[in-house]
């Protein structure tokens, strides 16, 4: 049972530099997200999609890029990396049936540096 | 706007001390649930548990017990007897059912267990 696997776990970049993460999820979960951490600030909400074909912009959207085109996978797209970039990022996954509490199941985390 | 508040950046604590996480939250809807996360220094976030906004008892598992106050809208957590296995990050979070998919953090707690 892989749960929300997020690959890579560690990557540096050089400003300007595109890349994406990968986050897929095994578990037939409508809602899939990408949060990033920075130290002092929590998790802020980047993107979130609850559904294929439907995303749509957390609290910290500039710079991410996203699509949903399965349910299982919710790729996160840096078009040109910024050195402010620099974070650990996580997904989460979660379905959205009416019994559905709202538990966010995560990733292991995506530990991305920008120079 | 949904907002979680965890004003104790930092809290050290000799073990065996009992000690406890504040959370202070701010939502207009009338139907979310909180959480709590643990983030212990392996970086993966654990979850602890969720209360719905219609369930204000209090819940005790083990050495841990969350006290939920809707007149005061806090959701503060206590760990009895710390050990120094508890030292981590741990965030607050609130979802609001009614008009969001957002998962919305606190800006975390580290707690330092000392032996």
């Known amino acids: 049972n892989a749960g929300v696997t997020q690959t890579p776990k560690f990557q540096v970049l050089k400003t300007g530099q595109s890349m994406t993460l990968q986050c897929a999820q095994d578990m037939n979960h409508e809602y899939m997200s990408w949060y990033r951490q920075d130290p002092g600030m929590g998790l802020r909400l980047i993107h979130y999609?609850?559904?294929?074909?439907?995303?749509d912009q957390g609290e910290v959207p500039n710079g991410y890029n996203v699509s949903r085109s399965t349910t299982e996978d919710f790729p996160l797209r840096l078009l040109s990396a910024a050195p402010s970039q620099t974070s650990v990022y996580f997904c989460?996954?979660?379905?959205?049936?009416?019994?559905?509490?709202?538990?966010?199941?995560f990733g292991e985390g995506s530990r991305l540096t920008v120079l | 706007a949904q907002k979680v508040t965890q004003a104790q950046t930092e809290i050290s604590v000799v073990e065996k001390e009992d000690v406890t996480l504040d959370c202070v939250y701010e939502?207009?809807?009338?139907?979310?649930?909180l959480f709590w996360y643990k983030q212990p220094p392996s970086g993966e976030l654990v979850f602890l548990i969720r209360?719905?906004?219609?369930?204000?008892q209090n819940e005790i598992s083990g050495r841990y017990s969350w006290n939920f106050q809707k007149s005061t809208s806090s959701f503060n957590f206590t760990i009895t007897a710390s050990q120094v296995v508890d030292s981590a990050v741990y965030f607050c979070?609130?979802?609001?059912?009614?008009?969001?998919?957002?998962?919305?953090f606190g800006s975390g707690t580290r707690l330092l267990v000392r032996p």
């Open positions: 999609s609850v559904g294929a074909g439907i995303t």
């Open positions: 979070a609130l979802i609001a059912m009614d008009s969001s998919y957002k998962l919305i």
């Open positions: 939502t207009r809807d009338t139907t979310y649930y």
């Open positions: 209360r719905n906004s219609f369930d204000e």
């Open positions: 989460a996954s979660r379905g959205l049936a009416a019994s559905n509490t709202g538990e966010l199941f």
